[in-house]
């Protein structure tokens, strides 16, 4: 079972939201005022309101951005980068950057899910990388290599190189990446951003101790998914 260090219940909206959020409310206020004013029976304009209050409240529940502080063992730890359901657990290839075996460790977030992205280790960001693809599903494992994409490498203190990659699904249309090369990664940091729906891929190290399983769920910031090892093999 995954150690969960307790979290603060702060919650506030994310930055990436204000501006969806101000300009969803004037269109629902477009839309219900002259129903009030010019629509009967009343049920009419109630149910509109009914609606568009139950559509406000999912998208401000999506950009929800809760304040998160990690009180575990910092020590080699690796966190869940979301929140969401482990989807994948399994030895891969690296083909884009570290070009050797690894376990690859996905988890997928619902629309209902924080869409913030943490940084899963404390370390160096090494590389900032962009891929422009197509929208699949991002549960199916081909999304990893030819979906929307971007990849960020980041170098721990004891010289692991971690690959975190952020995955655009069929409705998420937008990747926000905060990390740039040189920055220092806290995993109590927010490394990006994904707009409705998507996944996250952490490849490790072989020899890493893995402590989730595939179905378990995590939280972003505080679930330990993993322990690397004293130190990279050379």
């Not at 009030?36 to 049920?43: E, L, N, S, T």
């Not at 568009?52 to 950009?63: D, E, G, H, I, P």
């Not at 304040?67 to 730890?77: E, L, S």
């Not at 997928?108 to 940084?119: E, K, S, Y």
């Amino acid at each position: 079972m995954a150690n969960q260090p307790q979290r603060s219940k702060k919650v506030k909206i994310h930055r990436e939201g204000t501006n969806i959020l101000v300009i969803l409310l004037a269109m629902l206020a477009i839309l219900n005022v002259p129903a009030w004013m010019f629509i009967r029976p009343a049920a009419i304009p109630i149910s509109f309101t009914a609606i568009s209050a139950v559509l406000f409240l999912l998208v401000l529940n999506f950009f929800r951005s809760p304040r998160r502080h990690f009180t575990g063992n910092r020590d080699r730890v690796v966190v869940s980068s979301v929140d969401g359901t482990v989807v994948a657990l399994e030895k891969v290839f690296e083909s884009e950057y570290l070009n050797r075996e690894v376990i690859q460790l996905s988890v997928f977030m619902t629309i209902l899910n924080v869409h913030a992205n943490w940084f899963p280790v404390d370390g160096t960001v090494e590389l900032v990388r962009h891929h422009a693809g197509r929208f699949l599903s991002a549960y199916l494992p081909k999304s990893s290599t030819e979906n929307e994409r971007s990849t960020v490498v980041i170098r721990t203190d004891n010289g692991h190189e971690i690959l975190v990659r952020q995955i655009a699904g069929a409705v998420a249309r937008r990747i926000v990446t905060y990390a740039e090369p040189g920055d220092r990664a806290s995993i109590e940091d927010h490394m990006g951003f994904i707009k409705f729906g998507s996944r996250v891929d952490i490849y490790l190290p072989l020899d890493t101790e893995i402590y989730v399983k595939i179905g378990d769920k995590t939280t972003g910031g505080i679930t330990e998914i993993a322990r690397l090892s004293a130190a990279p093999k050379q």
